[in-house]
């Protein structure tokens, strides 16, 4: 097994100097960095990160908890961390729970077993009681709003302040008749903080809350099922002219419910959604929505696990205005 000792013999350095190129340590000249890094190469030098740790107390590795890595938003947040922690020298470890209590609770153990430096974690189903437990054994940050009250570094942007912001975009195109489609049964904080963010646009504007529709799940699939349960509705008689989801995911499948519905967008009623993921800059038409800063979110989770005091305010969002809700 090549060691770091050969790698010096060949850069003609002392075993500390490789030891100083392999940590990363900035004070060490570019030549002779070259000079290590074209040995470590040549030698095919893989370093002991887990001697390392015992040395240091620091694996480099950050746990990343979600509920589903397939769903947009989470999806390409995680992207953005584990190339935020990249950037810093770090790797990632991701796990997935669905939203499970019993699986969140398993995936958490699991991580912690690997003894990384820090955990971020979106979780939707623990308890403040069991964030407080987990904080008090590793560095743990949370993504979203879940826990207000704890004393665990929790990153998000306003919910309420944005989904206001979104509908009062839908009322000043005209529409004043405006939908909210959320999540049936137990949901994350995020559904009835944007609730409530919906009413009280329209409170502001002495608008009525039309109706409500609840999507079984955070999916596509479940946004179709949600959305035809609004064209019925519209088909009976009811004046809906727009239409807020609680989640892009959901947007998107009420896009296609209203079109196989024989309705069009925006000309009969707008929609907007909230992530602003991928899929609805492409999706016909292009979906108007909330942005959170994704690239801020991941950015602060990251400094947070490296041991950086997080600012405590919320991160920033837009509303991008796009043919959703557009009217000529």
């Known amino acids: 097994m090549v060691t770091q000792m050969d790698v010096a013999r060949r850069a003609g350095v002392a075993r500390r100097t490789v030891s100083n190129v392999v940590t990363g340590f900035p004070y060490v000249s570019d030549d002779v960095r070259a000079r290590v890094q074209r040995a470590i190469e ?8 887990a001697a390392r740790q015992l040395r240091t107390g620091r694996s480099d590795v950050v746990a990343l908890i ?44 699991r991580v912690i077993a690997l003894q990384p430096d820090g955990m971020i974690a979106s979780p939707l189903e623990l308890t403040p009681a069991d964030i407080e437990t987990i904080s008090a054994r590793i560095s743990l940050a949370l993504i979203g709003e879940h826990f207000a009250g704890t004393e665990t570094a929790s990153i998000a942007i306003d919910n309420v302040a944005a989904t206001t912001a979104v509908v009062e975009h839908l009322i000043r195109s005209g529409r004043e008749r405006i939908a909210y489609v959320g999540v049936a049964g137990p949901a994350p904080r995020f559904n009835e903080l944007r609730r409530t963010g919906y009413l009280s646009a329209l409170s502001a504007a002495e608008l009525p809350a039309v109706a409500e529709a609840d999507a079984e799940d955070f999916t596509t699939r479940d946004g179709y099922d949600a959305g035809m349960g609004l064209v019925r509705r519209i088909a009976a ?53 909330v942005s959170p800063d994704k690239h801020e979110i991941a950015r602060r989770a990251v400094a947070s696990v490296r041991g950086e005091v997080p600012r405590v305010d919320a991160v920033a969002f837009t509303i991008e205005e796009r043919e959703s809700s557009q009217v000529d």
């Open 237 to 289: 008689g009811e004046d809906i002219d727009a239409v807020f989801c609680v989640t892009d995911e959901v947007a998107i499948g009420v896009l296609r419910a209203l079109h196989d519905g024989g309705l069009r967008v925006p000309a009969d009623i707008a929609v907007a959604g909230f992530d602003d993921i991928t899929e609805g800059r492409y999706s016909t038409p292009r979906l108007t929505t």
């Open 66 to 109: 979600i509920p589903e890595v397939g769903v947009g938003y989470f999806g390409e947040l995680c992207n953005l961390i584990v190339e935020e922690a990249a950037a810093h020298g770090m790797g990632t470890v991701v796990a997935q729970t669905h939203g499970s209590r019993s699986r969140e609770l398993a995936e958490i153990e």
């Open 42 to 49: 040549e030698l095919g030098y893989v370093p002991n990160h």
